[in-house]
Nanobody, 115 residues
């Protein structure tokens, strides 16, 4: 049974930082492609960052240079370090992976950036 549990969201002022965590069970993050998505009110869910099984990373243009995705294999956890946050980063952030031909999502964590 795959479970993804996000944490670390909250309310922060513009220019501030947050670090999101995605604790995984039933999936080995070191050999899976792990992704962070976000969904703002009234908008479609969008891919924010990905770290592949090989360790390559890629980011949405809107967060390049501000967000960093990483993983701790020993803790089986994926992180999203978010710096220089902007009000437009306000959204629910979700962790996602594909494992055993199925896709899995966490419950999400709310990030709110005030101006």
């Amino acid at each position: 049974q795959v479970q993804l549990v996000e944490s670390g969201g909250g309310l922060v002022q513009a220019g501030g930082s947050l670090k999101l965590s995605c604790a995984a069970s039933g999936v080995i993050v070191s050999i899976a492609d792990m992704r962070w998505y976000r969904q703002a009110p009234g908008k479609q869910r969008e891919l924010v960052a990905i770290i592949t099984s090989g360790g390559s990373t890629n980011y949405a243009d809107s967060v390049k240079g501000r967000f960093t995705i990483s993983r701790d294999n020993a803790k089986n956890t994926v992180y999203l370090q978010m710096n220089n946050l902007k009000p437009e980063d306000t959204a629910v952030y979700y962790c996602n992976t594909d494992w055993g031909l199925r896709g899995y999502w966490g419950q999400g964590t709310q990030v709110t950036v005030s101006s």
